[in-house]
C-alpha cells in the first residue's frame, strides 16, 4: 500500500474535509552522470563556503533576504513556520471552473492523490467528488506545500482527487508573443482536406502512454554497460533529414501511407472505419455542420 507524504483538509466553504496526499509522480529512471576532474578522475565536490570562514556546517547556515546590496535581514525557522500556520495544512478551494478552462501550460511537474483520511471523510469526499466528476469540473484553490504557497488543480481522476500545482501567471509565458513569427498563407480546400485526412489516419480511439519508453535512458544504458564490459561500441545509424518536397505530393505520399500502415496494423479496426467513412458519427457531423 502506497505511503502518504501529506496529511490536510479540503475545504470548501464550510465543509472541511480530512485527506491524505499520495504522490502521482514516480522517479524517473534516469541514468545520474556526475562530474569528475578529467585527470585524475576525482568526483568533483560542492562545498558550500563563507569568504571569511571558508567551509560552513549546515547547523550554522540561516535564511536571510537582500532588501540592499549587501545588506541582510534574517528570517528564522520560527517565524517562516508561524507565516504558514494552519494554512500548510488547508486546501481552500478559491473557485470551480470547467475542465477545459485551465491551460496545461500553467501544469507543474507536481501531482498529488487525494483520498480521505478516516471514516469521518469518507462521505464529503465522495461527494465532492463524484460531483465535480459528474459535471465535468475541477477546483482552483491554495495551499502550503513543503513550505511553499502552492497554486493548485483540483480535480477527478478515477474514484480519487488529483491535486496539480499550478505555475502563476508571471511564470507563464503566452504564445501571443510570437505572433509576429507567423504569416496568414492562404489555405486551399484540397490542401485542408487532405491534412484532415493525415490526421485522421493517426486517431487512435484506444491510447495510452503507458505504450512509450524512455529510448535515450536505455541506450545510454547500453552504451555504458558496453564500457564497464569491455565491449566495441557500436553507433546506431545516422537519422537521413527529410527531403523538402512539393506541400500537396507531402500530404499525398502520407495520406497514403499512414493508411497503408493502419491497414496491415489493425484490419479489423479499418473494417469498421470504412463502415463510416473512417470517423466518429459525432466527429463528422461537427464537421458537416461547420463547412455548411
Request: net charge neutral; glycine share 6%.
Amino acid at each position: 500500500m502506497p505511503r502518504s507524504s501529506w496529511k490536510g483538509y479540503l475545504k470548501l466553504s464550510l465543509v472541511s474535509v480530512p485527506v491524505r496526499g499520495f504522490t502521482a509522480n514516480i522517479a524517473a529512471s534516469e541514468i545520474r552522470l556526475h562530474q569528475l576532474h578529467s585527470e585524475c578522475h576525482s568526483r568533483i565536490k560542492y562545498q558550500k563556503t563563507c569568504p571569511v570562514h571558508g567551509e560552513v556546517p549546515k547547523e550554522e547556515i540561516v535564511s536571510g533576504y537582500e532588501y540592499a546590496k549587501g545588506e541582510y535581514v534574517i528570517l528564522e525557522p520560527e517565524e517562516i513556520a508561524k507565516l504558514r500556520g494552519e494554512r500548510e495544512r488547508a486546501v481552500t478551494i478559491d473557485a470551480v471552473v470547467s475542465q477545459h478552462t485551465i491551460d496545461p501550460v500553467y501544469f507543474t511537474d507536481k501531482t498529488y492523490y487525494l483520498a480521505p483520511d478516516g471514516a469521518v471523510g469518507q462521505k464529503p469526499f465522495a461527494l465532492i467528488q463524484k460531483c465535480l466528476a459528474d459535471e465535468e469540473l475541477q477546483a482552483v484553490g491554495r495551499v502550503v506545500l513543503f513550505g511553499r504557497e502552492e497554486l493548485v488543480l483540483v480535480r477527478p481522476v478515477e474514484h480519487v482527487l488529483a491535486m496539480t500545482a499550478l505555475k502563476y501567471e508571471s511564470e507563464v509565458a503566452h504564445a501571443d508573443a510570437l505572433d509576429e513569427e507567423l504569416e496568414k498563407p492562404e489555405l486551399s480546400r484540397d490542401e485542408l482536406n487532405l491534412t484532415r485526412k493525415l490526421i485522421d489516419a493517426f486517431e487512435k480511439p484506444k491510447f495510452s502512454l503507458a505504450a512509450y519508453k524512455d529510448h535515450y535512458v536505455e541506450e545510454l544504458r547500453k552504451i555504458i554497460e558496453a564500457k564497464v564490459e569491455g565491449k566495441e561500441l557500436v553507433s546506431p545509424p545516422e537519422v537521413e533529414t527529410p527531403k523538402v518536397i512539393n506541400l500537396m505530393d507531402a500530404l499525398k505520399k502520407s495520406v497514403a501511407a499512414a493508411k497503408k500502415g493502419g491497414e496491415e496494423a489493425s484490419p479489423g479496426r479499418r473494417t469498421k472505419a470504412a463502415a463510416s467513412n473512417g470517423r466518429n458519427p459525432a466527429h463528422a457531423a461537427r464537421r458537416r455542420k461547420k463547412s455548411a
